[in-house]
């Protein structure tokens, strides 16, 4: 049995906390969410921290929590950011095998514009602007994951699907 954590990375929209409850539940693995850990060390919303604390503490407690985890067969979905500072990438690596979950832009500003979850880096009146000013900063972090699994309009069981395919789970 394979003692790697399965981490989904990616941008913010691209279903990494729906993608993987079912990824794990399909492959027998548990499933963690590091923005919901972090919300449960605060007792506040990740849109409160970012509100009272700022980004920059909230990076340093992902730096925090990503090194207090050990290798696991479980499937932990990450924030859209996490992947701005190198030490979260020796953890990850540490960890186990990151997964990115490549949707592209469009479709992403079209899931967000639904979406009730308010997300701190969005909360301007361009957001528009700002989501496309965040994915070109963060195309190439992404791209450094050990598997890049480009997703279209696929359902959430078709998703994961693919990524089990692609991470050489047989169910």
């Not at 990151?98 to 592209?104: A, G, I, P, S």
Request: glycine share 8%; proline share 3%.
């Amino acid at each position: 049995m394979q003692l790697k954590t399965w981490i989904l990375i990616g941008m913010m929209g691209a279903g990494k906390s729906t993608i993987g409850r079912e990824l794990a539940v399909r492959s027998g693995r548990s499933f963690r969410d590091t923005d919901q850990m972090i919300q449960s060390r605060f007792g506040r919303s990740v849109a409160r921290v970012f509100d009272l604390y700022g980004e920059a503490a909230f990076r340093e407690h992902e730096t925090s929590l990503l090194e207090s985890l050990h290798p696991a067969k479980e499937v932990l979905a990450t924030g859209g950011g996490i992947v701005l500072r190198e030490e979260n990438w020796v953890e990850m690596r540490r960890l186990g095998t990151t997964v990115y979950l490549d949707v592209e832009p469009e479709v992403l500003k079209q899931r967000l514009s639904k979406s009730k979850k308010p997300r701190p880096l969005l909360m301007v009146d361009q957001w528009e602007s700002r989501f496309d000013a965040l994915y070109a900063a963060r195309q190439e972090l992404y791209r450094k994951a050990d598997l890049c699994v480009a997703l279209g309009l696929d359902t959430p069981h078709e998703t994961v699907t693919k990524l089990l395919l692609a991470l050489g789970f047989e169910e």
